[in-house]
């Protein structure tokens, strides 16, 4: 990608990081205050996205999808202004939950395309890595509270339906559950965000642009796609009971898959 | 001291009797003082509920207390003996230490750990104690009584299902919300047993109340009850996706609210749980509503599912709490029978040591006076001698107290060692 091109997806993926702000409030403090300071950055980011684009179509003389970074960036691109076209049209707030997060993450991955110089001291890339691990495990931790909360939530639901409450009288009460769950999930959720990010740059700047063809990476970010869907559920349509502890379960699967995928990753320390 | 525990109950007596019995709580300080004036009472304690009368006593050894409350019946009850004689029940002793506690713990109740008749005991210790009828052995026994009942409310869960209809709604809520606290109610319908679940569900917590009937006037009546808001009865389904709870009693001869309904109200609450309760008869609420997810109904036969098998579960409790009793009955008869060979071993203990004062003072006359060495010497030699002689029978007073044949013992080594009754 031309360097120029480069720069203003970069100024873009930073504007589109208040929309994930704006995500990660909603979920934590189930209001929606950031929204409109959000839409604004969407904007703006948007018209420099579109710049980049540009840039990179006068530079190769081509339309910009020649190769996966630029691809995704034209997707991201494309996924904005659906965006902007659907609020616009039918005023759904409640889709920036999914889409703002997933826009940045697109646009940040797209950034990543051309090599950077390499590791500055060998203790920084280690520390960048350990901050990943650490991140990832406590997001997992806060994952599996969920899982567990979800499945009692089940028993607890079953327990009430059919009408004899008293064999499981020592599970907690839905509303308490539900309240765990919630906050479990959003805990994770940010954490799993934040160590993707740090995930992201620290094997671009580790492998150089051939980072996104490993399928560890692939399968980590399907399984933060699937997490960041769990929450959009839960979040607009209040997913509660057998659908929300089967995704939940399911996001944990992924996640154990990823981290199997993942298994050298603690090797790489430097000793 | 002899204890007697004389009274009727719920078990024994029906309405007729025991209100001929009954003390009202003006009254109860005079009576207390007349019983306690009667020759030979130590202390007194009258308990007057509306399902049981209880009098009970200490009196000195020498007299009947039997005899005593039948003249104090007789003098404050227009009641001959021959109509209450066949209801009255009698306890003295160790039967009335048992009776005491099972009362205290709610194992004599009409329903079975309810928790009512530990406050209305308290009542009459209460008063008992501030007229001066209670003083000494019988204040400690009650006190005992009433650490044994939280005893057994806190060991078993003999008070911790709801055996009501309505309670048993609020602990259902419970189990769905967790808190009830900033939760809302709808009353559809304007019936006593809905104001009742209201009441309860309102007192745990419950922060506001719609309610809704076909006749306006009742519903605002019944709205002022519980500071609330009465709501038109033809706009009430558009109010449902902001409540929680819904209590339906209307008197209307279908469904009310229809599975479809429901469908569309829980879409709008964004899956947000609901619990409704339907105590009308015929029903007020389709009963397949309970399929869709996120809402549970609950029907009067559902509930009083809950309430038998709660009652069940109590009675198992019940067993437990019964043992849990006899065990505190055995341990403060223990307590007794050491309480009462006390005495007898003080008594000894002063006996000998006047003996070997005086012998000592016999021994300094004819030989002394003595070297403060000498002196020494024969405290250690003289107390060694008495402390030994001691000890057999007061090891045997300790052992044989709470035994049967204990009363043998006790007067045996009285008798020994001459002293005083």
């Keep these: ?271 | 001291m002899k204890l007697l525990l004389t009274g009727v109950s719920h078990k024994t007596a029906p309405v007729e009797v025991r209100e001929l019995l009954a003390f009202r709580e003006e009254s109860l300080r005079r009576a207390l003082g007349a019983l306690k004036a009667c020759e030979g009472v130590s202390e007194a304690v009258i308990l007057s509920t509306c399902n049981r009368v209880e009098i009970v006593l200490t009196t000195e050894d020498n007299v009947d207390p039997q005899a005593i409350v039948d003249g104090f019946l007789a003098e404050q009850k227009a009641v001959s003996a021959q109509t209450i004689e066949p209801h009255i029940y009698r306890r003295q002793g160790r039967d009335a230490i048992h009776h005491l506690f099972r009362v205290a713990a709610s194992l004599d109740s009409m329903v079975v750990g309810e928790p009512q008749i530990l406050g209305q005991l308290k009542t009459a210790y209460n008063a008992a104690k501030s007229s001066g009828a209670l003083c000494g052995w019988l204040d400690g026994l009650y006190t005992r009584a009433f650490s044994v009942a939280k005893r057994v409310r806190s060991e078993t869960g003999i008070g911790q299902m709801a055996v009501s209809v309505s309670y048993a709604a609020v602990e259902l809520a419970r189990k769905i919300f967790g808190s009830l606290e900033n939760r809302t109610i709808m009353l559809v319908g304007a019936g006593k047993m809905s104001e009742l679940a209201a009441r309860h569900l309102r007192r745990s917590g419950a922060s506001h109340v719609f309610v809704t009937n076909r006749t306006p006037e009742r519903a605002a009546e019944m709205a002022a009850l519980f500071q609330g808001t009465p709501v038109d009865y033809t706009r009430f389904l558009a109010m449902l996706p902001e409540v929680d709870i819904v209590v339906a009693s209307s008197g209307a001869p279908h469904y009310i609210l229809r599975k479809d309904d429901m469908q569309r109200v829980i879409a709008a609450r964004r899956n947000r749980p609901m619990f409704l309760i339907d105590i009308a008869v015929p029903r007020n609420i389709e009963p397949s509503v309970n399929e869709i997810d996120n809402i549970f109904l609950y029907d009067i036969d559902d509930l009083e599912q809950v309430v038998n098998a709660n009652l069940r579960e109590r009675m198992k409790e019940a067993e437990r709490a019964e043992a849990l009793v006899v065990e505190e009955v055995d341990r403060t008869m223990a307590r007794l029978k050491v309480a009462e060979v006390t005495p007898t071993i003080v008594g000894l203990q002063e006996q000998l040591e006047q003996i070997r004062a005086s012998e000592l003072d016999k021994v300094r006359r004819r030989y002394g006076p003595f070297s403060p060495q000498q002196e020494e010497a024969l405290e250690a030699l003289t107390r060694g001698i008495i402390n030994k002689i001691a000890h057999g029978p007061i090891t045997a007073l300790r052992a044989h107290s709470a035994a049967p044949d204990g009363a043998h013992v006790v007067a045996a080594i009285r008798k020994a060692f001459h002293l005083q009754d």
């Excluded at chain 1, 209001?31 to 018209?47: C, D, I, K, M, S």
């Excluded at chain 1, 309240?179 to 999930?185: P, R």
């Excluded at chain 1, 805990?187 to 051939?210: C, D, Y």
Aim: hydrophobic fraction near 60%; glycine fraction near 6%.
């Design chain 1, 1 to 271: 990608m031309a360097d120029m091109s480069v720069i203003w997806l970069r100024v873009a993926a930073a504007l589109y990081s208040l929309g994930l702000l704006h995500a990660i409030l909603t979920l934590v403090r189930r209001r929606e205050n950031l929204f409109r300071v959000a839409l604004g950055a969407f904007w703006l980011g948007a018209v420099f996205h579109f710049v980049s684009i540009v840039e990179e179509g006068l530079s190769i003389h081509h339309c910009p999808i020649t190769n996966f970074y630029e691809t995704l960036s034209m997707c991201a691109f494309l996924v904005v202004v659906l965006y902007l076209f659907i609020f616009w049209r039918y005023r759904l707030e409640s889709f920036s939950v999914f889409i703002f997060p997933l826009v940045f993450v697109m646009a940040l991955v797209a950034t990543m395309g051309n090599p950077v110089n390499s590791w500055t001291s060998p203790v920084v890339r280690d520390a960048w890595l350990t901050v990943h691990i650490v991140l990832v495990l406590l997001g997992f931790a806060a994952l599996l509270f969920t899982a567990v909360a979800s499945v009692l939530y089940l028993f607890q639901e079953r327990e009430l339906k059919s009408k004899k409450p008293r064999k499981l009288h020592w599970l907690p009460p839905l509303g308490t559950l539900d309240d765990l769950i919630w906050k479990s999930m959003a805990l994770g959720f940010v954490l799993m965000t934040l160590a993707v990010i740090v995930a992201s740059t620290w094997a671009f700047i580790e492998h150089k642009e051939a980072w996104i063809r490993q399928p560890a990476i692939a399968i980590s970010f399907f399984t933060w796609g699937t997490y960041l869907a769990l929450v959009f559920l839960r979040v607009t349509a209040g997913w509660r009971g057998r659908k929300a502890a089967i995704m939940t379960v399911t996001v944990l699967g992924f996640s154990a898959l990823t981290w199997a995928a993942h298994a050298h990753l603690g090797g790489m320390l430097k000793p």
